[in-house]
């Protein structure tokens, strides 16, 4: 289900999801039209990992990642030793912000980079040739702050 909440925000999820949604965004959420994209994304990535909202949030057209959630998925990956069993939300922010393509589904993605040991080459230098640190856009403000703590808990061995 989808719902256009503003000029910038839409929400996606089961009705009872998009509801809580609504409700928390209703009563914490001060976001004008024309805010500045890195500064609502913090502020929604709070908002996400606060009231463990559930529904999909996207701001102009981008999904906004819950930190919480994504590097919870990344300990478990790490801690496993393999991507094979990776929650789809880990597997969303891998295939759509880590500067790789397409793998056709999360098991093809598992396949190309399968351990800790191809995280750790991929956070160095991915497809496009850059860290997934440095491949983030300054807008992508939550983007950048689970990169960052990926790639901290990669270089610590955790």
């Known amino acids: 289900m989808r719902l256009e909440y503003s000029k910038d925000l839409a929400l996606y999820g089961t009705k009872a999801d998009i509801a809580r949604a609504q409700e928390v965004l ?8 024309g805010v ?12 996400i990992d606060t009231f463990k909202l559930k529904a999909a949030i ?13 590097i919870l998925a990344f300990k478990r990956v790490l801690k496993a030793g393999t991507t094979a069993k990776m ?4 597997y969303h922010f891998f295939s759509l912000c880590c500067g790789t393509i397409a793998h056709y589904s ?5 396949d190309v980079y ?22 983030q856009p300054t807008w992508g403000t ?14 610590k061995g955790v």
Not at 87 to 90: A, E, G, M, T, Y
Not at 114 to 135: I, K, Y
């Open 36 to 47: 500045m994209e890195d500064w609502a994304r913090r502020q929604l990535q709070e908002i």
């Open 142 to 155: 939550d983007r950048i702050k689970i990169a960052r703590e990926m790639e901290r808990l990669l270089q």
């Open 58 to 70: 996207l701001f102009r057209g981008n999904g906004v990642y819950s930190f919480d959630r994504t």
């Open 106 to 110: 999360k098991y093809g993605w598992s």
């Open 114 to 135: 399968p351990d800790t040991a191809a995280l750790r080459r991929l956070f160095e230098r991915n497809e496009f040739g850059q860290s997934v640190v440095n491949h």
């Open 87 to 90: 929650s789809n939300d880990l």
């Open 26 to 33: 209703s009563k914490v959420a001060n976001l004008p039209d």
